[in-house]
Structures are given as C-alpha cells and as structure tokens.
C-alpha cells in the first residue's frame, strides 16, 4: 500500500506544517519524506493529509482458491510463482485453524470449507487470453506443488462467497470465544515469503507451550498477505 502514496500534509512536534507533494514526478535530491514518515507509522509526524494514487478497477476478474495438506506447499506456489515473474491481483494464504474459524462463526454461511491451508488469489488482466494464461499456470502450479484441489471461477455470486470468506476472517477468530471475557491478541510482522512457513509453524509450538504451561485453552489461527515479495503475516490467538 506504502507505494500508492503519492504524498502527505503532515504535522511535526514542533508545530511546523510539510507538504511532501512539491516535487518531479523522478528525483534523486533530498529524502524521500513520504516514505520516511509512512515507515515510521506515526513516530515522527501526525498526517492530516495524503493523496493517494487511483488504481483501475481489474477487468476479467477471476477469484480462486486452493487446498493443501501442509502450509509449506502453499508457499512454495507462491516462491514458484514470483520467480516465474508473475504478479496476481491478491494473494492470501490462511492455516487450516483460520478456516475453522470462517466455518465456526458462519460468517460465510453459503459454503463450508475445509479445514486445511488454503490460499485465496484473484487473477485479472486486460484480455481474456492473459486471464486465461495466468489461470494455467496457477493451475499447474498448484498441482506440481501437492494442492488437494483447486478452483477458478468469474460467476459473481461464487466469487463473492469465496473472497467472502478471506474478508470475514478478522472478525471470524472471535467466534472461538468459549466466554465473553476471554482476550483476543493480534500480532503482525512481515517476513522473506521462504520464511513463512517457518514462522506459522513457531507460533503455534509456542502457544501451544504457553497453552499447557498455564493450563489454558488457547487458539492460535494464523493468515498473511503473500504476493508481494515480502509476507506480512497476522497471528490472532484465543
């Protein structure tokens, strides 16, 4: 989102007022200002303002998902993806907790998914002929790295219900409250998309040993936005 920024108005500590916007479209003088203060996520200045860049709405849209047995062979589509040089419209990746969640809290309530790693993408192009290009080749990654099933479809109705799912999720893990007073945590950060795995699998083994040393019943769901070079991964835990 950082690179949709265009610039800011925004207010230091000192009271003083910057605009960010008054420069060439390409330069190499000075520091990039916008991007210093949108990396310091309010630390060095209040913004008041930002003008953001418009993005065409995506023609021949399509929306999918994909089943796997491990969270690891969700990830290797996607490293398999990237270095292929391809770039979807999105790209989610959700463990098989979080997709207990969506069914737990019926916030998807057309369909029942399973259980399992699942990643969510949607794929658009200006022509057909690249849509269809691009779905292939999910396809057959999807099979070459293990997918128990995969599916693509343009039906509004059907692309509503799945994108849904990906949308409710947030809100799905509170449905796993067994009571009113029981805490919702949420964690991010953003790791190399190789290390991904790596790190769902941590987090569960550490809230399972805080689980059992404190003889409590916690529940950890984990999902990241995965399409971008680097994952930025959310842990909400029960």
Same mark, same amino acid.
Request: hydrophobic share 45%.
């Given at each position: 989102?950082? #690179?949709?920024?265009? #610039?800011?108005?925004?207010?230091?500590?000192?009271?003083?007022?910057?605009?960010?916007?008054?420069?060439?479209?390409?330069? #190499?003088?000075?520091?990039?200002? +916008?991007?210093?203060? !949108?990396?310091?996520?309010?630390?060095?200045?209040?913004? +008041?303002?930002?003008?953001?860049?418009?993005?065409?709405?995506?023609?021949?849209?399509?929306?999918?998902?994909? +089943?796997?047995?491990?969270?690891?062979?969700?990830?290797?589509?996607?490293? #398999?993806?990237?270095?292929?040089?391809?770039?979807?419209?999105?790209?989610?990746?959700?463990?098989?907790?979080?997709?207990?969640?969506?069914?737990?809290?019926?916030?998807?309530?057309?369909?029942?998914?399973?259980?399992?790693?699942?990643?969510?993408?949607?794929?658009?192009?200006? +022509?057909?002929?690249?849509?269809?290009?691009?779905?292939? !080749?999910?396809?057959?990654?999807?099979?070459?790295?293990?997918?128990?099933?995969?599916?693509?479809?343009?039906?509004?109705?059907?692309?509503?219900? !799945?994108?849904?799912?990906?949308?409710?999720?947030?809100?799905?893990?509170?449905?796993?409250?067994?009571?009113?007073?029981?805490?919702?945590?949420?964690?991010?950060?953003?790791?190399?998309?190789?290390?991904?795995?790596?790190?769902?699998?941590?987090?569960?083994?550490? !809230?399972?040993?805080?689980?059992?040393?404190?003889?409590?019943?916690?529940?950890?769901?984990?999902?990241?936005?995965?399409?971008?070079?680097?994952?930025?991964?959310?842990?909400?835990?029960?």
């Amino acid at each position: 989102m950082a #690179s949709n920024v265009i #610039s800011l108005t925004l207010v230091l500590a000192s009271g003083i007022i910057i605009k960010t916007h008054h420069r060439p479209r390409k330069t #190499s003088a000075g520091y990039d200002l +916008t991007h210093l203060v !949108i990396g310091s996520e309010g630390t060095l200045a209040l913004v +008041t303002e930002a003008v953001l860049r418009l993005a065409p709405i995506p023609r021949n849209l399509h929306v999918g998902l994909a +089943t796997f047995k491990t969270f690891q062979e969700g990830v290797d589509v996607v490293v #398999s993806l990237q270095k292929l040089g391809h770039r979807l419209e999105a790209l989610e990746l959700a463990d098989g907790p979080q997709m207990t969640c969506v069914n737990v809290s019926g916030l998807a309530p057309k369909r029942l998914f399973e259980e399992v790693p699942t990643l969510f993408f949607k794929i658009a192009g200006p +022509t057909v002929r690249i849509v269809q290009d691009q779905m292939a !080749i999910m396809q057959e990654l999807c099979r070459t790295h293990g997918a128990s099933s995969v599916e693509i479809t343009h039906r509004q109705d059907e692309m509503d219900v !799945i994108w849904g799912a990906r949308k409710c999720m947030g809100t799905a893990l509170l449905a796993m409250k067994n009571k009113p007073t029981d805490l919702f945590l949420h964690s991010d950060c953003a790791v190399p998309i190789s290390n991904l795995a790596s790190l769902v699998a941590g987090t569960q083994d550490l !809230i399972a040993k805080a689980s059992a040393a404190d003889q409590a019943d916690w529940f950890c769901a984990n999902v990241g936005h995965i399409g971008d070079g680097k994952t930025y991964h959310y842990t909400n835990c029960m």
